[in-house]
């Protein structure tokens, strides 16, 4: 669902994705995206290869949520 959601925006020229979280120290909650572990990277292959055959460009926005990463927060 993620490939076919910025496909469908390929066209509006660069593409910046959600926040995607660098560690699993710095995600903010339960299923947001990643980008540290093979089967994240592999995941997000899909969807850039998917932008790139629409002929679109898409850039992973790197996010760390700070200090709500925190178990207590």
């Known amino acids: 669902m993620t490939a ?3 496909c469908q925006r390929s066209s509006v020229g660069l593409i910046i994705s959600e926040g995607t979280h ?6 903010g909650w339960v299923g947001a995206p990643g980008i540290h572990a093979k089967e994240q990277i592999a995941a997000w292959r899909t969807v850039t290869d ?3 055959e629409a002929e679109g460009k ?3 926005q790197l996010w760390h949520v700070g200090a ?3 178990p207590l927060m």
């Open 68 to 70: 709500i990463s925190h």
């Open 58 to 60: 898409i850039f992973c």
């Open 4 to 6: 076919e959601y910025y």
């Open 22 to 27: 660098v560690s699993a120290q710095g995600s």
């Open 50 to 52: 998917t932008v790139h």
